[in-house]
């Protein structure tokens, strides 16, 4: 059930009457909550239901005894069984058959002739990444002291598997969510309007926005780049920088707006990513519950920065490589994490150059930070094609045509440049203009709130082309 069909909001409002009629009894609510995200899970595929029960269930148990046992040795094997759980299944599904064929085509260079063993076309659970990740991240917190762990069984399970989270993030902490499951429930008016307002933002983000452009500029230039223009195949990486950015913070404004209205807060995912001033700086704004992960959970673990300063680059880029990798089995996505690895290792190099020099005492001039925006966005664009396309000889297909110096532009409309206008306007201009917006609608009479609602949906229906899942719904 995709969060921008008519069918989820139907599914939503049953959810939230029968929640709050609910929410002063004890336990009651939880076990509520639970059986509406196994629900909400099962109509995608219920065969996967034992999957979550298991992984939620062997990280619960896992991190009780991590919580009673003192012995070092223990502790590391009960964090074993764990990881092996967790990263054993993401291998089995979606991995396995990835590093098979690329260890097999490996051994051929050297003469070795195999046949790749092939686990045959497995169906990958929806969301798994995300759950695997929110589940192992409560086990390591458990083990590091960070937190301590959970006696309610039933609160575990809902927190692994919360609904408006459970497709594609955030990648919540147990230690922000679960003991919200043990507050009193509470809805404000205002936090109310909020979540509505949050919900038809992400609903405008994905319909009018995302897959506006996907279906009539993005899919049709990465499919078949050679039938456009150097022009036209800038615009469409424009466009899909726009696209996958409408996408998921589309995706996590709805996620975040239905959490609020059962009375939870999730935490911000996406802050204006390319507004950002350099590398470092884009991936505090992008995907921030991913990127804080990858920092907690694999920098950290691989040693961060110690003794030499190698280690910094050395460790962000296997950070980053990791994290390619979760996004996907192919090696695009492996060479799109090394190359922000990379970047993040000449952006921090460059960093201690300036330290070194005492130029950062004086404060960057406009044109400066200027700059810094329009590099570290054309780096991301470009880091982008290769995360788009199918292969790395697509994404060189892509790229080529923005050297063919072909200037024609009969494939884009009027429509397509408009939305691309606004929405980068809109993301570039100053917060002080955008941030009265969300405040205003408070404000706004419930009756106005409701014309203004319907006419969204009217619109949007007009809008809206062929239904397309989240981009990282696929992850």
């Excluded at 609903?203 to 993005?218: E, M, Q, S």
């Excluded at 090394?338 to 001039?365: C, D, M, Q, T």
């Amino acid at each position: 059930m995709l969060f921008t069909n008519g069918n989820y909001f139907i599914f939503l409002a049953i959810i939230f009457f029968a929640y709050w009629l609910l929410a002063t009894k004890r336990s009651v609510p939880v076990v509520f909550l639970l059986a509406a995200s196994y629900y909400f899970y099962a109509l995608w595929n219920p065969k996967f239901l034992g999957l979550i029960f298991l992984l939620s269930s062997v990280d619960f148990v896992v991190a009780l005894g991590l919580g009673k046992l003192g012995s070092r040795a223990l502790r590391r094997l009960l964090v074993g069984v764990s990881l092996l759980t967790d990263i054993g299944v993401l291998i089995v599904f979606k991995y396995f058959n990835f590093f098979s064929v690329s260890l097999t085509e490996l051994l051929s260079h050297v003469g070795w002739r195999l046949s790749p063993i092939s686990l045959g076309n497995l169906i990958l659970p929806l969301g798994l990444s995300f759950i695997t990740f929110r589940s192992l991240s409560y086990v390591i917190d458990v083990y590091r002291g960070t937190i301590k762990p959970t006696s309610h069984y039933f609160d575990y399970l809902a927190f692994v598997a919360f609904f408006p989270t459970v497709i594609a993030g955030p990648v919540v902490r147990a230690a922000d969510l679960l003991p919200q499951f043990r507050a009193r429930p509470a809805l404000s008016s205002e936090q109310g309007a909020q979540a509505i307002f949050l919900i038809m933002l992400g609903l405008i983000k994905k319909i009018a926005i995302a897959d506006f452009l996907g279906n009539n500029l993005v899919d049709r230039v990465f499919d078949q780049p050679q039938l456009y223009s150097s022009l036209e195949t800038l615009a469409a990486i424009y466009g899909y920088a726009l696209q996958i950015y409408c996408d998921f913070s589309g995706y996590s404004d709805i996620a975040i707006g239905s959490a609020m209205l059962l009375g939870f807060k999730l935490p911000l995912n996406f802050d204006a990513p390319y507004r950002a001033g350099d590398l470092r700086d884009f991936w505090r704004r992008w995907h921030i519950s991913l990127s804080t992960w990858l920092f907690d959970y694999v920098f950290v673990s691989l040693g961060g920065l110690r003794k030499r300063r190698f280690n910094l680059y050395r460790n962000l880029v296997l950070t980053f490589l990791v994290g390619g990798l979760w996004h996907g089995a192919a090696w695009t996505f492996v060479i799109w994490g090394g190359l922000h690895g990379l970047g993040l290792s000449l952006n921090h190099w460059w960093a201690a150059r300036r330290r070194l020099s005492k130029s950062e005492r004086r404060a960057p001039k406009w044109w400066s930070k200027a700059f810094g925006i329009a590099v570290t966005f054309h780096f991301v664009c470009l880091t982008w094609v290769v995360f788009r396309a199918e292969d790395m000889a697509g994404a060189w297909q892509v790229l080529r045509r923005l050297g063919a110096l072909q200037f024609s532009t009969g494939n884009l409309s009027t429509s397509i440049l408009l939305v691309l206008a606004v929405a980068y306007l809109s993301h570039w201009s100053p917060k002080i203009l955008t941030g009265p917006i969300d405040k205003s609608w408070a404000w706004l009479p419930a009756p106005v709130q409701a014309a203004l609602i319907l006419c969204l949906a009217i619109g949007l229906y007009y809008v809206a082309g062929a239904e397309a899942q989240f981009i990282y719904g696929n992850f």
